[in-house]
């Protein structure tokens, strides 16, 4: 099958959970997001997001779903804000949360893939959050995007589920024996067709999807192709997924999350393409 018709299907899936996720998250976001100065991220996150710094800075939120982390950015002071995902619904959603809670932030449905030339060297920062990465085919043609998106010496941030993580069972409690059940080596598409629902738990007839298990090697390996450096990784053993919190319990302490920033590297902008500043003339941002 090829990649686009992938992601078609990944996009038929996302729009029919989102009525759940909404059904679920709708009244409790909208309530936290009225409130003046709301931030949604917690630790470890947020320290590196201080320390990054977000005041005043472009940011690109790829593949963000219900929008709600945007939100906190523009919240800690971020200047420009545009949130991209290919659900119709999660946009819609997205942007239905923004003006209700009257937060000036943007949001585009669109393929990552498929951002124009007008986004090129704009922004400071491309942000991802949990699950993003796994629905992306071309791990290496993604952070080309990544690094066409920045402006020079900009940085990318991810925090999502650790790539060790794809080994264990997604059920489990206090009492069950940690097994491996999922290779670590996988270079094909994953095919599910179970419900997507992890915030109320919903059962429905969900649509076929696909799912892409990185290694740690292969996401590094992908930003030191597409010339950004790596700045910083942590690695931690809280659960962001809603999958593991019966992993968290244990004393044996497990890799479920990560934090990688990286920075566009300062020397490869095209003078031809760029402004004196180093700014892509192409960017309307
Ligand atoms: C697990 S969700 C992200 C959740 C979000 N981090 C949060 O915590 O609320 C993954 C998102 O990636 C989006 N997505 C998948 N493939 C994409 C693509 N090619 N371009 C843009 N968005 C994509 C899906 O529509 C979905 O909304």
Known sequence: MKLKEITEKNRIAWNAVM???QKAKKEEWDRNFRKTGYIIQQEPELRRLKELGIAGKKIIHLCCNNGRELLSLKNMGADFCLGVDISDAAIKGAKERAATCNIAVDYLRSDVYDLGDEYTGCFDLVYMTIGGLVWLPDIKR?????????????HFFIYDSHPFSNLLPWEGDANTKVEITQPY??????EWSDGMDYYGGAEYEAPVHFEFTYTLSEILMALIYNQIEI???GEYEKDISCGFEWLEQRSMKLPLSYILIGQKQKDIIDGDKTNKSGRSKNCRI
Request: aromatic share 24%.
């Open 19 to 21: 009525p759940y996720h």
């Open 142 to 154: 993604f952070f080309g995007i990544v690094n066409k998106l920045l402006k020079p010496e900009g």
């Open 185 to 190: 080596f996988h270079s094909e598409a994953w």
């Open 231 to 233: 700045r910083f990784m």
